[in-house]
């Protein structure tokens, strides 16, 4: 359609004047609101005044200044409807051919620490919404603009074809009413959560925006993409910068998001080498490096083609140790210009800068068949000193450490999950079996002769005693689950017989 009339009223005023400037110069008609105007003036553009257009002045302030049938009649009308056109020549009512209107900047205004809820209600757009529906509605004959980054494409269709063609003014619709969309979700969960109401609404407005697509999914079969959390804090995966290596692939992302939650669970220097989204190993220790040596020593076989996850920044001596091996990734909260030198050596390396989880409340969703599962992420804070001893022999110093390191890493191996763990490292990983005592065996026969004296945790109880006289015969001391079986007694009376310590936590961690 031809450009006559353009409406423009934007928050963002990213590129508007050279914008408008072009839509002028093209012989455009433009009318325009408040802070708009001004802009617009200040630069030398002409602009009609929406008062003007109206015969109304804005009021209550700026609360009304657009909806107004000089306005909604120009943008609505139907321009080869002959019912439409004798309504808008016997009231006076000229067609507007273009809105370009952003939003008031609500999100960014509750993001803001000192924000109240008149704050926010003050920045909750009326006329906006109102303009943008009534175009996007429109589309067949009105094109609509929400996005800045818009600008030059319509610029280039104005001058090639003299108009903006329709399947562009189709996809401008859809992002409109994508952009009210998104903007109507933030405003509802915020009310949502003001009214006390948290995790758990009665509706569900998730708005996700695509960061890339991607190769394939999980494989080359499967078309794939990747989005973020419209509004999201800053948080995650979703928001680590790549600085060199491959394109992300949707395995890469999946498994950099197991090794990234894992090291962020440990305040100490924490390193983990992730396969299928389980733990081959995981380590802590002094220095990054020293984690690093743990985790890769835990397992050098799986570690190959592994991601890999720090909780530092990865200093010379840590990029060191893992130049010699094969990665996919390492995804760290730095690293140092030295760790770059050494790593970018390596073309397909994947390298990552991330930032460190919240420790406050988060969810965690699962798509099912015409539905979705929404929980609070697995991040309770636990109280150690709540931890039960049930045996008759207590855990000592050093085997109380290597439990509660262990417990920390068995939480995120997937169920049935075993860990075996010794000298701040896993020995051994049992993930995803279907029975307790076969995920035990896989991790007692990875550890090996090295079980000796090393500790178990298990994510959730034995039901049978079966798991402890496994971890007896292979030589380890100490155990700790969750406790809550009927049988508890029965593997309470095994590790006694054996003179293991047991530790009940009465906290489960199934891992799906």
């Not at 609509?144 to 280039?156: E, W």
């Amino acid at each position: 359609m031809t450009i006559k009339r353009a409406l423009l009223s934007v928050s963002d005023k990213t590129g508007l004047i050279d914008f408008a400037r072009e839509l002028h110069a093209m012989g455009v008609e433009i009318i325009s609101t408040g802070g708009t105007m001004k802009a617009l003036r200040e630069a030398g553009i002409p602009v009609i005044y929406v008062s003007d257009v109206t015969g109304f002045p804005e009021i209550m302030d700026g609360r009304v200044k657009t909806l107004n049938p000089f306005i909604h009649g120009g943008i609505l009308a139907i321009r080869d409807n002959a019912e439409h056109v004798a309504a808008m020549e016997k009231h006076r009512i000229t067609a507007i051919d273009m809105v370009v209107v952003n939003l008031y900047p609500f999100r960014e205004t509750i993001a803001k620490p000192e924000a109240t809820l008149s704050d926010a209600i003050e920045n909750i757009d009326i006329g906006g919404p109102a303009m943008i529906r009534a175009a996007a509605k429109n589309f067949n004959y009105v094109t609509v603009v929400v996005n800045p980054a818009r600008y030059g494409t319509i610029i280039d269709a104005l001058r090639t074809e003299g108009s903006v063609p329709a399947g562009l003014r189709m996809a401008l619709a859809q992002e409109a009413y994508g952009h009210t969309a998104e903007y109507d979700a933030c405003i509802s969960r915020y009310l949502a959560l003001e009214a006390g109401e948290t995790l758990f609404p009665a509706k569900l407005h998730l708005v996700y925006e695509k960061v890339e697509n991607l190769r394939y999914g999980e494989n080359p079969h499967q078309q794939a993409a990747f989005y973020k959390e419209s509004g999201c804090n800053g948080q995650g995966i979703a928001h680590a910068r790549q600085l060199h290596g491959k394109e992300l692939s949707f395995n890469n992302i999946v498994d950099m998001e197991a090794a990234w939650t894992i090291v962020n669970d440990f305040d100490e220097p924490a390193a983990a080498i992730i396969k299928h989204t389980n733990p081959c190993g995981t380590g802590i220790g002094s220095t990054i490096a020293e984690a690093y040596d743990k985790a890769y020593t835990a397992d050098t076989v799986s570690a190959f083609g592994g991601i890999v996850a720090v909780n530092r920044p990865v200093d010379k001596a840590a990029a060191e140790k893992m130049s010699t091996l094969f990665l996919e990734a390492i995804i760290a909260p730095a690293f140092t210009p030295e760790a770059l030198q050494i790593l970018t050596g390596k073309k397909n390396l994947r390298l990552l800068e991330a930032p460190p989880l919240a420790k406050g409340e988060a969810v965690d969703l699962k798509k099912v068949s015409g539905g979705l599962l929404i929980q609070q992420l697995d991040r309770v804070v636990e109280q150690t000193g709540e931890y039960r001893v049930v045996t008759k022999r207590q855990p000592d110093e050093q085997e109380w450490q290597q439990l509660i390191f262990a417990w920390k890493v068995v939480k995120h191996v997937k169920s049935n999950a075993i860990v075996v763990a010794k000298d701040n490292k896993t020995l051994g990983v049992g993930a995803g079996q279907m029975n307790r005592v076969g995920a035990a065996a896989i991790a007692l026969e990875q550890a090996g002769a090295a079980a000796q004296g090393a500790v178990l945790s298990s994510d959730a109880f034995f039901p049978f005693g079966d798991t402890v006289e496994e971890a007896a015969k292979a030589g380890i001391t100490a155990i700790i689950q969750p406790g809550g079986s009927v049988r508890d007694e029965e593997s309470i009376a095994k590790a006694d017989q054996y003179g293991i310590a047991m530790v009940f936590t009465g906290i489960r961690h199934f891992k799906h």
